[in-house]
């Protein structure tokens, strides 16, 4: 299981859901943008938002609740996306290693220049 969740931005709506569903349709761009991008906050998390909204009914009421109106293409949600990086790392090593080694190769050389 991926934990995740999603949280407005004042912190006081949250729901915690299970992004496995999401990681396992997604192409390997969508998944290395969120990974890069330090596991959510970004417009990479625009597309496991409407996946999540669609498919988990928790996630569709709180969307609701927020009244969020379509993201355009390009601009983050109003909401904060979390990914717990652990469990997506192991994920990815167990289901798709060439993209686990794409990312900590990515994320090593990001350190390096830090």
Not at 23 to 31: H, L, T, V
Not at 36 to 45: D, E, F, H, K, L
Not at 63 to 89: R, S, Y
Request: aromatic letters at 8%.
């Amino acid at each position: 299981m991926i934990n995740a969740s999603l949280r407005s931005n004042d912190g006081i709506l949250k729901l915690s859901f299970d992004a496995t569903p999401w990681f396992a349709k997604a192409s390997d761009d969508e998944i290395f943008a969120l990974a890069t991008a330090g596991w959510g906050g970004s417009t990479a998390t625009d597309e496991l938002i409407r996946y999540i909204g669609s498919c988990n009914p928790q996630a569709a009421s709180f969307l609701a609740e927020m009244k969020l109106p379509e993201p355009p293409n390009g601009t983050a949600a109003p909401i904060k996306v979390n990914i717990e990086e652990a469990p997506a790392g192991g994920w990815l090593v167990e289901n798709r290693p060439a993209l686990a080694a794409r990312i900590l190769a990515e994320t090593a050389e990001e350190d390096d220049h830090s």
